[in-house]
Nanobody, 127 residues
């Protein structure tokens, strides 16, 4: 059974930077993409950023594209999300997701195409 574990969340102030990480185990034999989604209280889970595992191509939502950067460490089967210039609206639970399907372009944004999910890490940004 695949396992994903997020780490690095916490409390920050507006304008701060924070990095969260996700480590994958058991699924690494056929990992094709990893992504971050987030969910604010009372809202649906939304796409944040994704990376194709072998090509390293990243896509991000419009709301974070110029502030967040996703990367991967293939040797450690880990993915990271560097979040800069944080805003209060970035507050939420950030979930790591992994897919064994080859995803490209807009499909990387579709949460229904991800097979495995972590339990999430809380990110809180105060104004």
């Amino acid at each position: 059974q695949a396992q994903l574990a997020e780490s690095g969340g916490g409390l920050s102030q507006a304008g701060d930077s924070l990095r969260i990480s996700c480590s994958a185990s058991e699924v690494t034999y056929n990992l094709q993409a990893m992504a971050w989604f987030r969910q604010a209280p009372g809202k649906d889970r939304e796409f944040v950023s994704a990376i194709s595992w072998y090509g390293g191509v990243t896509v991000s939502s419009d709301s974070v594209e110029d502030r967040f950067h996703m990367s991967r460490d293939s040797a450690k089967n880990a993915a990271h999300l560097q979040m800069n210039a944080l805003k209060p609206e970035d507050t939420g639970v950030y979930y790591c997701a992994a897919s064994v399907n080859r995803l490209y372009g807009t499909s990387l944004r579709d949460r229904a195409l991800y097979d495995f999910w972590g339990r999430g890490t809380q990110v809180t940004v105060s104004s």
